[in-house]
């Protein structure tokens, strides 16, 4: 079956279908380069082409644009790592170094302002929607390492999903402020020393 393609009216608004999305594009392109605080609702509603009725329609509160903003993220994110993780191969030992390639994607990427999800967290109140996303981000990224530390044999694989995982957030923040290309390839090398030490 084909799909139906969605066509701009000619006053160039964007048609209601498109509307959820366009807002969301927007979202994800001006909180990552500005700050969640940084971006008004007036700013989002024009750069996105919609009308001010259209845009509350579909997000009565910024803070569920936020949280849809913050999902967008993880599923990118997240992909990002799991991929580079398989690209290792099948041992989870390997598996567990290898996400860190990921890392070094992030950090060469134009525009590259560091882990969204704790600029979000610096920026929200603790018990705000967008600090509790971040939070299960965070716990859903910490169980799937653990899991991996577990098929890999590491001895506390509680421990090693920790410290793999704090050094994760810790190149993502150096990304950010130094821009330093050794950094991601220091953290591998790091992350590795960490397995081969828990598996003994």
Known sequence: MTATPVSTPPDGTPPVSAAPERILDTAFRLFYAHGIRGV?????????????????????????????YLDKVDGIWTDQLRRAAEAAGNDP?????????????????????????????????????????????????????????????????????????????????????????EAPAAAKAAARSLVDAARG
């Open 40 to 68: 008004g609702v007036d700013r989002l509603i024009a750069e996105s082409g919609v009308a001010k009725a259209t845009f509350y329609k579909h997000f009565p509160a910024k803070d569920e644009l936020v949280v849809a």
């Open 93 to 181: 030992a390997d598996q567990l170094v290898g996400m860190f390639d990921a890392l070094s994607q992030a950090c060469r990427r134009q525009g590259y302002r560091g882990c969204a999800f704790i600029n979000a967290a610096a920026e929200s109140a603790p018990d705000s929607p967008a600090h509790d996303r971040t939070v299960a981000h965070k716990t859903a990224v910490l169980a799937w390492v653990r899991e991996l530390a577990e098929r890999a044999g590491a001895r506390e694989p509680g421990a090693l999903a920790r410290s793999l995982v704090l050094l994760l957030d810790g190149g993502l923040a150096s990304g950010a402020l130094d821009a330093s290309p």
